[in-house]
């Protein structure tokens, strides 16, 4: 078994994870992997993700393998059938084949280039990782996806509102320049998945993937809850539970990012979280993934108030992947 996607998992299942989080939170102790090591291969930088995985797995008693393709391991290609004359040092089917021999799970962290919409909607790396190993693959953020981040965020919704459903906002933010897509996909799925009524907004231009988006809203009608998508800002946060701020980049702005920041220019004043966007909610908590930029994703006044949930996010990332890792290792 994977960890990929919440897609992949019903609601029955994911309810399982959150409570397992829940128990790990609340001082339970269960050592499943005493003797055993995880992979965490990381083709990118980390902070919540790095660290919360290792003391998770040193928690669970096991060793944390930590490998960053070019830099403390070799240059990693992963396509098929190419003709390795360039700057690629080894093949993903020998190094996943090599590595499942020595560990229990491996783990992947690989962001979108942010160059070929077609080519990185399909999760390249991390799918050829799954292929090729027989071991559970985790997924630790991929062009695409960020499962542990969004039950992190589920989780932390349900301990601070309770378990039922609410009224949650995705909303775009500016930033300097284009990010990936992986964290607003998967907290719109799985907030979609638990049956909150999300409501995603953003600017003309910054569309998300229109199968996600087919997936979101298939989900919202299982679940009973509901999925709509605005450019009106203060519509966006009228009566809303849950504000999630987040940038993310034009997927047809990929390989031309001069064009994405130029788009993105005149949007710069106005789509940020302020107290006067706050104050259009129900009360609402803040939330955000984390890194951010202050004062330009969310005013200092937000993110340091008393309903900013940042770093209860950041916590919970620990306890779930905790229960992640039991579940797919026990």
């Not at 930088?45 to 998770?56: D, I």
């Not at 060793?63 to 093949?91: F, Q, Y």
């Not at 605005?230 to 539970?241: C, R």
């Amino acid at each position: 078994m994977n960890f990929l996607s919440t897609g992949y998992f019903n609601l029955d299942e994911l309810n399982e994870l959150i409570e397992s989080a829940m128990r790990f939170k609340n001082g339970h102790t269960e050592r499943p992997l005493e003797g055993r090591s995880v992979a965490l291969v990381f083709f990118n930088p980390s902070l919540r993700t790095r660290a919360s995985m290792q003391v998770g797995i040193f928690e669970l008693g096991g060793n944390a393998v930590i490998l960053e393709p070019g830099s403390t391991s070799w240059t990693l290609e992963h396509r098929e059938g190419v003709v390795m004359d360039g700057n690629k040092t080894e093949h993903l089917k020998e190094f996943v084949r090599v590595l499942e021999r020595y560990v229990s799970a491996i783990g992947v962290r690989t962001f979108a280039e942010l160059n070929d919409w077609g080519a990185e909607r399909a999760d390249p790396i991390l799918n050829a990782f799954a292929r090729y190993a027989n071991v559970p693959v985790i997924n630790l953020e991929s062009a695409m996806h960020h499962p542990c981040q969004a039950m992190a965020d589920m989780m932390t919704i349900h301990e601070k509102l309770g378990n039922e459903k609410k009224k949650v906002l995705l909303t775009w933010a500016w930033h300097p320049k284009p990010l990936p897509m992986a964290v607003p996909n998967s907290f719109a799925l799985a907030a979609a998945q638990f049956g909150h009524d999300i409501r995603i907004a953003h600017p003309r231009g910054y569309e998300l993937d229109e199968e996600l988006i087919r997936e979101v809203k298939h989900f919202a009608a299982e679940s009973g809850g509901s999925m709509e998508i605005t450019h009106d800002l203060e519509a966006a946060y009228d009566g809303v539970d849950v504000v999630y701020s987040k940038s993310w980049g034009g997927k047809d702005f990929y390989g031309n990012a001069d064009a994405d920041i130029a788009h993105r220019g005149p949007f710069r004043e106005q789509w940020i979280v302020d107290e006067q966007k706050m104050g259009l909610t129900n009360d609402a908590i803040f939330m955000h993934c984390l890194p951010v930029r202050r004062n330009v994703i969310v005013k200092d006044s937000v993110i340091d108030g008393p309903r900013s949930v940042v770093i209860n996010e950041a916590e919970n990332r620990l306890h779930v992947q905790k229960a992640m890792l039991t579940k797919l290792l026990r």
